[in-house]
């Protein structure tokens, strides 16, 4: 009897918890816990982020320009990052300039090429969004593109995506199909959802790797500090929120190659 009891308590408990997600999603709910939390660390970041782009901004001797700029965020993965480099370069795409933000562990040697520019933050952060947002800044184009340094593109990733961007009426952003791998080289699955602001509420499926955007006043990275355990990712927050403001919509076409870390892997997409 007394496990009966407790059950039902239990169930009373997480009633309004239990609504709360039908009615808003748990991501939702999440990223709103997040912003209360989370919030101090937004003002150091923040701070931080604007510093170092004055800093490296004076480095530069102009801001790197062309239709499309692909900010490339690293730490400390030298070979992976020469990989993913080398994809960005390699787009049929040409208009095109690759910016690779180090979060200050230092570059390792790179290909010898105009359109790219890397340099490295001052000290280590730990904050993607952050490094992601410096790399925006720096730069000057129409579009922005990601890519994570542990990640490939296909050859014609930035070509299908323009093709969309670029026609008439078309969005103010688009995402292709990711076709996630195994650290073995095996193929996962592909991940291909269509663009859906109240799915995206309850599942995961938005990442940047594949996400091109018009550049404009919505295009940054949340500034929350997001350790690992801290969901959801600043992938998710940057492409629903865009999509509230800016239509956005799938290509349902494999153009990256994600490395899945089956330890670390949470959604069942």
């Not at 010898?112 to 952050?130: C, K, Q, W």
């Not at 095996?186 to 990442?207: C, G, I, K, W």
């Amino acid at each position: 009897m007394s496990g009966i009891v407790s059950g039902a308590v239990r169930r009373v408990a997480r009633a309004p918890w239990t609504l709360l997600k039908a009615l808003f999603g748990w991501l939702v709910l999440y990223e709103i816990r997040n912003k209360v939390l989370l919030a101090p660390t937004a003002v150091r970041l923040r701070r931080t982020e604007d510093a170092e782009t004055r800093r490296l901004a004076a480095t530069l001797p102009s801001p790197p320009t062309a239709l499309v700029a692909t900010v490339i965020a690293t730490h400390r993965r030298p070979e992976a990052l020469r990989a993913a480099v080398r994809s960005a370069l390699d787009q049929t795409v040409r208009d095109q300039v690759v910016i690779v933000v180090d979060d200050g562990a230092g570059l390792s040697e790179l290909p010898d090429d105009p359109r790219l520019f890397a340099v490295s933050l001052a000290h280590n952060t730990g904050t993607a969004g952050i490094v992601r947002n410096v790399g925006i800044r720096l730069s000057r184009s129409r579009y922005v593109a990601f890519l994570d340094d542990d990640n490939l593109w296909e050859p014609d990733h930035l070509e299908r995506a323009l093709a969309v961007l670029e026609s008439p009426g078309g969005p103010a952003g688009v995402y292709t199909a990711l076709r996630r791998v195994l650290p073995d080289g095996s193929e996962r699955d592909v991940l291909s959802v269509p663009f859906d602001r109240r799915r995206a509420a309850r599942e995961s499926f938005l990442d940047t790797n594949a996400f091109v955007a018009r550049r404009n006043g919505s295009l940054h990275f949340s500034r929350l500090r997001r350790t690992p355990e801290v969901m959801p990712r600043e992938d998710w927050e940057l492409i629903r929120r865009y999509g509230r403001g800016h239509r956005v919509v799938h290509v349902p076409h494999p153009t990256v190659r994600y490395l899945v870390n089956p330890a670390s892997f949470y959604t069942q997409w």
